[in-house]
């Protein structure tokens, strides 16, 4: 599986955890809603800073520690969770 698709996956399930939309959730990351955006549909590949930065602020957000490989990695716990949310929004 690409990091990409990984990634896209990860941010969703952490979205979710925050209880914030797509757009309460870029703020909070502070990063623009079209880039959250471009992450979860799989457009962007983040730097290695930006991933940290990422990890960091989602650590603040649910009160657990993320770190950025966190993000990059693959774990079928979240990738249901992720399929179940994408699923909630049809």
Do not use: C, W
Not at 57 to 80: F, G, M, P, R
Request: proline share 1%; no cysteine.
């Amino acid at each position: 599986m690409k990091s990409k698709v990984i990634l896209a996956i990860n941010l969703k399930y952490y979205r979710y955890l925050s209880k914030l939309s797509q757009e309460k959730f870029a703020e909070a990351l502070n990063t623009s809603l079209i880039y959250e955006n471009q992450l979860e549909k799989e457009r962007r590949n983040p730097s290695l800073e930006m991933l940290d930065r990422i990890s960091k602020s989602i650590s603040k957000l649910i009160n657990k520690t993320v770190t950025s490989s966190d993000l990059i990695t693959y774990d079928e716990k979240k990738i249901i969770e992720s399929k179940r949310i994408d699923e909630r929004k049809r």
